[in-house]
Structures are given as C-alpha cells and as structure tokens.
C-alpha cells in the first residue's frame, strides 16, 4: 500500500481497499488487449503488483518475490523481449487520466527528471544536468506531461531525451534498440510533441505550465494556435515589448524587474503545500491584448499577453514568466497555474519513492518506455482511487413513503365502535 501523505484520504478503510480491488481489476481488463498472449498480460498485470508491493526497492527481483515468481525473467521478456507497443499503453494512460480526473479547465504541467546510472549503456544516458541531483552527472533524462485538475493529477505523456551523443552514434542506437525514425529532439521540442498529442487527443484543458527550459517560441505559438493559455518560465535576459499604451515597457525581463516599484508586487498564494499557503510576492505587467484570430482565424475573443514576476519573500530571488491567456485573467488566476507545478514535482517524488519509476533495470529504448508507462498506468490508478474515496457521499434523491401511524388508525376504530 503506498505510504505518501499525499494520497492519504478520509474514507473508511473497508471503502478503500474495496476501490483498490475493484481498480486494480479494471485496470488489468484494460491493458489485455495492448497483448498477443495471455501469459504476457499476466506478466504485465504482476508487474503492477509489483509496483505496489511494500518493497522499497522496486527491482526485477524484488517484483518477482512479491509476484511469488523464482525469478525475475518474466518481467525482464515483459519489458525488454515482448512485441507490444509502449505508445498503445502511453495512450490508454492517457483516457484513463481524462476519465477520471478530466476538467475542461486543467492544466498540463511539462518538467522533466533524471534517472542516475553507471556505465555508458543505458539508452540516452550521458554525463548531463538533473535538477534530481542538482549537478551534472551521469544519468538518463525524461521529459513529462502531467495533467492537473481540481480532481486531482497524474502523469499523461512521457518522451527519454537523447543526447547528440547517442543521435549521432548509430552503433549506439542500434545497440539500444532505438526506432530508426528516431532522431535528436530539444526537451521543448519532445514537450511540444507531447502538448500536440494531448490537443489532437482532444484532451480537456485550458493551460500549460513549466518552468524556463520550456519557455520558447515553439511552445508559445502552438499554445496561441490551439487556443490555450500559459505560463511558462523564462530566462532572466528573455526580452519583453509592449504594445499597451498603459504602459511602456522594453527590456530583458531582470531589467523591466529592477524599474518596479513598491505598489507593484502584491502578496498571493500558489496553493497550499505541506506547511500552508505557498506565499511569494508576485507583479504583472500587461504587454498587449490581441485577436485570437491572428493566430487561428477559426478562433475569436481578445486575448492578452504578459509579464509575470514571482519574489522570494525571504532572499528576493526572482523568477520570470511570459503569460498568455483570455483577456480580463485575473493575476491571482496566473498564480494559481503556475502553482500547479508542484504538482508534477509531487508525481515524480511519489513516482520515485513509492512505485520505482527510477528502478528501471532495462537498458534498451523499448525497456525505458514501457517500465516508465506501466508505472504512469499505476499512478493514474491510485489518483482516481483518492478522488472516488474522497468523494463526498450521494445524496438519497428518492421520496420516502408516508409511515402509517398505527396508534391514530387504532384510536379512530375505537371512537368509532
């Protein structure tokens, strides 16, 4: 059972283990077709009770053991030697996620994580920067999209990012298994790719978020294309113009900060975390407000085009965001979106900690996606579970009969007699 405070809920205990069955069987009858044989399914289906087991360590062995397997070599054919298509399971996570949690007003949350290694075989693993360890160091990187809602979040899409080192290496490639229509991808690429999926997928959200890796042309106008808003990270020497007249404003976004005054920057919440609300000090600067039909003539309505500014309240550190949205947005409404990346933060640590996502054994491509897909499927479980046991109870909308008071009927037969 996982032990994250952040999936805690207040049903009784009878209710919940109920819903993890009655889940877990759904989600087994779902992913059989993504199989040719049914031996392969099973293996597929004790994989996660593997990832659910008490065990820490999330191994080949450790699953076996908890699947009551001798070995590990089922789960080793299941992720590295099986044919079954990763991508077909990366989109059945995907329904899966909007069923349960889908909200026309969600945001997707992109981010990556990395997934330290030794040696030089694992796909895509070269000596690179993880924000996981804070430094450069050898490991693979994944890029993610999460889906958050006020259902609550999940993993949706996810792409391993392959350094120049491997795309240009075709020994190395062919070694791992690599698709041959594979080839070298930007993080903010992979992410447009997966926001692409999502729109084309007809997924139900209104706002993406991330942090300055992905605060880049692309992104920007796709998301003004499909009509959706953002608020992304950017660097501190991103430039900012405006075409407002209520205010003049041209420079790197640190140098536009340093010209704020006092009455600028308001005190606002992103949420709550673990110790209360999420307090910084926030400033937002209008740039202009433009048609939506000079980006996709089949959209109308004015929308608007922004700075937004987030302070520390204890060191002053800065971070800068560009924002697109419906004009008339309220600051406290971009705040709040950009807040819903702690919830992809939140996925990974839970992910890590608690079903293995970094525990992968595998070293080819095929292994990567389908180890990390199986644990989105399983996370994507237990998110449902938590909003149907923190459901609040239905209400009885049938009309009770009238009751027949016995004791009036008796006394009138009396007066009567």
Sequence with gaps: MIRSQSWTTGAPIETVLELWASSLRDVKRRIRPLFAQERTAASAGTFIDG??????????????????DPGPWRQQELLG?????????RDLVRDYVVEHLGDEGAVLVIDETGFLKQGKASCGVARQYTGSAGKITNCQIGVFATYVSRHGHAFMDRALYLPKSWTEDPRRLKAAHVPGDVGFATKPQLAAKMIARAIAARVPFAW??????????????DLRQAGKGYV????????????????????????????LKPADWQRLSAGDGTKGPRLHDWAYLELADLEAGEFNEERSGLW???????????DGDLAY???????????????????????????????????????????SWHGWHRHVSLVMLTFAMMAAIRRKANAPPQKNTSRALPTRN????????KSAE
């Design 51 to 68: 990832l659910l087991s008490e065990e820490r360590r999330k191994t080949g062995w450790m699953r076996a053991e908890a699947a009551g």
């Design 81 to 89: 030697r099986d044919r079954w298509d990763a991508d077909e399971l």
């Design 208 to 221: 993406v978020a991330g942090d300055s890796v992905y605060g880049v042309g692309d992104i920007e106008r």
């Design 232 to 259: 992304l990270g950017v660097a501190a020497n991103h430039w900012f113009g405006s075409w407002s007249q209520k205010r003049l404003i041209s420079g790197s976004a640190e140098e536009i900060a340093r010209t």
């Design 304 to 314: 608007t085009r922004g700075l937004l500014i987030r302070r520390h309240i204890v």
């Design 321 to 363: 965001f560009t924002t697109w949205f419906p004009a008339g947005t309220s600051i406290k409404k971009l705040v709040a979106v950009e807040g819903h990346r702690w919830a992809i933060e939140d996925s990974f640590e839970t992910d890590k900690n608690e079903l293995g996502l970094d525990h992968n054994e595998t070293r």
């Design 406 to 413: 016995t004791s009036s009927v008796g006394r009138s037969r």
